[in-house]
Structures are given as C-alpha cells and as structure tokens.
C-alpha cells in the first residue's frame, strides 16, 4: 500500500541528496598569466598538469603573434606597453568578474609589474609588487642593498652626460653606465674617460625593449670573474641550484659565454651562494627562479643584477642538462601551489657523473644586413649550432641580439665544454651585405 503522505508528480532536483561517490568535481585552476614568452609555450607547461587548467593572459600587442593553438586560451587582453597601471586593473577585474582568477603566473620578465599589482588587487598570491619594483629598478636596488647593509656599491641616477662627468669625478674611472631598467645587455657601456660619457647617456637612454626604462644609472665597475647563480625559493627559502661563469666582452659587456657548473673553490662558491641568499633576502623574494649575476672581486661577492625569472642565454636548459634541475618544470609546479624545494634538494643530493655545460657565441662587431651562414648544410647537420638572426635582419653591434650563433658543448669539465663550444662556433662562416658610403654601390 502506497504512503499517503508521499509527494505526488516529479520529484525537484533539489530534493535529491548527491550519492556519496558523485560529490561535484571541483572546478579547475584559471590562470592569468602576464606577457608571452619569447619562444617557450608556458601555456603547454601548465596543461601538461593539468589539461582542464583555464587559461586566461594580459599582454602587450607585440605579443600577439607568439600566442598558440596549445593554450586554448579562455580569453586574451592586449594592453599596450605604456598602457596605464589603472587600466590593467581595470580588465583583470572584469577578467576576475567573469571567471574568477585563482592564480596569477608570469614565466618572464615582461610585465611583472603588472603581474604584481594585480595580484595585491585581486588578493591572489604573487610576487609583493615591491619586491618587483626593487628588481626591476636597478637603482633602488642599490639603495636597498646600501639601507640593509649588504652591499655599498657606489651608483646613482644620471640624467645627462654631466651628472656622469660629477659621477667619474666621484667614483672614479671605469665605471659602468645602463638603463636603470633593461634585459639583454642593452644600452651597457663601460665608460674609461670623461670623453666616452656623451655616447654612453646616448647609447642608455635609446629605445631598447623589454621592461620600461627608468632612467640611467651610473655604477662602479668592479672587476673580477662574473658568475650567475641560479637559485629557487619558496615561502623566503633559497637553494642555490647551479653558479654559472659567464664570459663578457670587456667592451660593451655582451655575454658572449656560459659554463657550469662553473670550476670554482669550495669556499669561493659558498661565499657566492651566501652573498646571493642575503640580497634576495633584502629584496623580499618569496618564491620562483632566480638569476643574479655577481662579480667575484678581491674584496667578495658583489651584484651586478637580479632576475625573477630563470638565466636567458639557454642558461635553464644548461642547468638541466648539467644538474637535472628542470627549472621551468618546477616553476610550473610550484605555480600549481606544490612545494617543489624538497624534491630540487633530493636532484642535488644524487649521485651524478661530472658533466659540465658551455655555450658560446659569435658577435662580430660590424654592421650590414644578415645574409646567413656561408655553408647553411653544415650548420644544419649540427644540432648543437643555433644561428639566432634571420636573414634580412640589421646588424647593429649593440645588445644580446646582435650575437649571430651559438654552439653548445658537453665535456666532463668546464675547460673542455667551453674549448668544444667556442671552437665549433669559430670555425664558422657568415655572409653579409655591407652598403657603401658612395650612393649607388654595395
């Protein structure tokens, strides 16, 4: 016999209590990511974790083109460089409003700023937008070594060739004058004389690109080897994961080579790796990669600049192929919220068999219009030769970008692979286009 009391006719949705292995899956991560990556698809990384992960990015225009089909992206903003800080507030809260953002990621150096500010709007956990401020501005970077006793390097903004004159006067010849923001080498000149300061402000206020210009620093020149050191943090934890020699052209200090690990004393690479730890202590990194290039003086460490990002230069892929340290992977990871330092320390604690990595480039001091290689077959034939212009491309002699190929080398040590790696690059061969003064020549 049927219950009286029991309701007739459909029974509503609501009223029914979910069985106990159908509890609703939880929707998945939305990433906002700032900036595109010159040539890695970070999108692919994150998906590689998680195929269901949202991907929406703020970038700039020029970055368009670097968007890929991999990154089925819910949504893409174009934000112009000089874009004002409001109105890329503005669009990640309307991004916020639609999906909200569960975590914010910027796997380069463009744009962190905007990352960091955006990230203390929406309250999603990001690098404190001082800290980027810090990294990025090389002066305040000085000021804040200076304050917390780290380091006293002599340095200061110049804002034409007299304050560098005042500056040479002050601190004494050589010192080094750059854009007080930049990447890649741009706009570095070492200035030896009063004479040299007039083509050095030129050459550090042109239009370089990367983050935003700051105006021009003046710093002292401190000389002895130079080393990067490729560390990781989490929650204000740092492991040094790998100290890289680099090799600059005394000139206009272009890298021109890298190896590691770099052969160094027990005590010189301790001093190094402590001296790193207390300035990104002092400049309040709390997690990710990070690339400081130091000087190696009689008197100890000193800093030539930070990074929140892994070394360019194929650096990240030398530490991986050296240490086994994937730093990109475990950037990606962390990015998830993993806590990936236990699993970085066990790869160093491994018993590896002694490898070294090199990477060397060609940058003649010329100009004229790339051709390409004099024998492009043998260079084909290589997978350790990259040629990094296209042809048509101008040569300008200035920057990182003005280095034509590279060759990279393994050895069981770092004479070896550095030796294996400038000698295949020196063997090649490039043709150029050179116009003549005269008009109608070539």
């Known amino acids: 016999m049927s219950d009286p009391t029991a309701p007739t006719g459909p029974i509503p949705l609501t009223d029914l ?3 106990a292995d159908s509890a609703p899956t939880p929707p998945s991560d939305h990433f906002l990511m700032f900036a595109i990556g010159p040539k890695l698809d970070f999108a692919a990384r994150l998906r590689v974790l998680d195929e269901s992960a949202r991907i929406s990015v703020i970038c700039r225009p020029e970055h368009l083109a ?9 949504r893409v903003v174009a ?3 000089d874009g004002p800080m409001d109105e890329v507030l503005a669009l990640a809260r309307a991004v916020h409003a639609l999906e909200p953002v569960t975590r914010i990621t910027t796997f380069w150096e463009h744009d962190q700023d905007r990352a960091a500010a955006v990230g203390a709007a929406l309250g999603v956990a990001t690098h404190q937008p001082e800290t980027v401020s810090l990294v990025q501005d090389k002066h305040a970077m000085r000021e804040r070594l200076r304050a917390t006793g780290v380091e006293d390097t002599a340095a200061g903004r110049a804002y034409g060739e ?7 006067e002050r601190a004494g010849y050589p010192f080094i004058v750059k854009p007080t923001a930049g990447t890649a080498s741009f706009g570095v000149t070492l200035v030896h004389s009063p004479q040299e300061a007039a083509e050095a402000y030129r050459r550090a206020t042109g239009d370089f690109p990367g983050i935003t210009r700051l105006g021009v620093l003046a710093e002292q020149y401190h000389v002895g080897p130079q080393y990067s050191v490729e560390a990781f943090s989490e929650a204000g934890e740092h492991v040094v994961v790998a100290v890289t020699r680099k090799y600059s052209d005394p ?12 052969p160094l004393e027990n005590a010189d690479r301790e001093a190094i790796g402590a001296h790193v730890t207390r300035v990104l202590d002092a400049l309040g990194v709390e997690f990710g990669p990070t690339h400081t290039e130091i000087v190696l003086t009689d008197e100890g460490p000193k800093i030539i600049e930070t990074h929140l990002r892994v070394g360019g230069d194929d650096i990240f892929n030398l530490v991986k192929d050296a240490v086994g340290v994937d730093m990109l992977d475990f950037q ?3 990015t998830f919220g993993e806590k990936v330092l236990p699993d970085i320390r066990a790869i160093l604690g491994s018993d590896r068999a002694p490898r070294c990595e090199a990477i060397w480039y060609t ?14 077959e043998a260079v084909t034939r290589n997978p350790d030769i990259a040629v990094l212009l296209t042809p048509g491309s101008e040569l300008t002699g200035h920057g990182s970008f003005a280095r034509i190929a590279r060759a990279r080398a393994s050895a069981p040590t770092a004479a070896e692979a550095l030796e294996k790696a400038r000698s295949t690059v020196n063997a090649l061969s490039f043709l150029f286009t050179v116009s003549s003064d005269e008009p109608g020549t070539v």
Not at 66 to 74: A, F, H, L, Q
Not at 251 to 261: D, I, K, R, S, T
Request: glycine share 10%.
């Open 363 to 376: 940058a003649p001091k010329a100009q004229g219009t790339f051709v390409g290689p004099a024998d492009a």
């Open 162 to 168: 007299e304050d560098l004159l005042a500056f040479g």
């Open 79 to 81: 934000v112009r460089q």
């Open 332 to 334: 990606t990871r962390q």
């Open 17 to 19: 209590a979910p069985a």
């Open 251 to 262: 000139e206009n200090m272009v890298e021109l080579g890298h190896v590691l690990p770099a």
């Open 66 to 74: 670097r968007i890929t089909e991999s990154g089925n992206y819910r």
